[in-house]
Nanobody, 120 residues
Framework: QVQLVESGGVLVQAGGSLRLSCAAS????????MGWYRQAPGKQRELVAT???????NYADSVKGRFTISRDNAKNTVYLLMSGLKPEDTAVYYC??????????????WGQGTQVTVSS
């Protein structure tokens, strides 16, 4: 099993910046892609950004140019630097990790979420 713990969610004013962190721990063999997703009240969970183990990134159109995803493979940690925040970025942000065991069994793991609130 892999555990993911997010941190960094706070209340911030529109136009501000924030960095989220997500650290993976547990029985880790190989973490492939990691990513951030978010879920606003009354809406479905949506992809924000993903990053592969070799650094290839993918972003939702709504955050391109404002958010930057990065990771530290040595620390099994993924970050999301958010700038130019808008009230519509308000959501619970979830970290996700795609993991492969030494026996080539793949699994997808989620963190508990961290609340980001952007005030206008």
């Amino acid at each position: 099993q892999v555990q993911l713990v997010e941190s960094g969610g706070v209340l911030v004013q529109a136009g501000g910046s924030l960095r989220l962190s997500c650290a993976a721990s547990g029985n880790i063999f190989s973490i492939n892609a990691m990513g951030w997703y978010r879920q606003a009240p009354g809406k479905q969970r949506e992809l924000v950004a993903t990053i592969t183990s070799d650094g290839r990134t993918n972003y939702a159109d709504s955050v391109k140019g404002r958010f930057t995803i990065s990771r530290d493979n040595a620390k099994n940690t993924v970050y999301l630097l958010m700038s130019g925040l808008k009230p519509e970025d308000t959501a619970v942000y979830y970290c996700n990790a795609d993991h492969t065991t030494r026996w080539s069994i793949r699994g997808s793991f989620w963190g508990q979420g961290t609340q980001v609130t952007v005030s206008s």
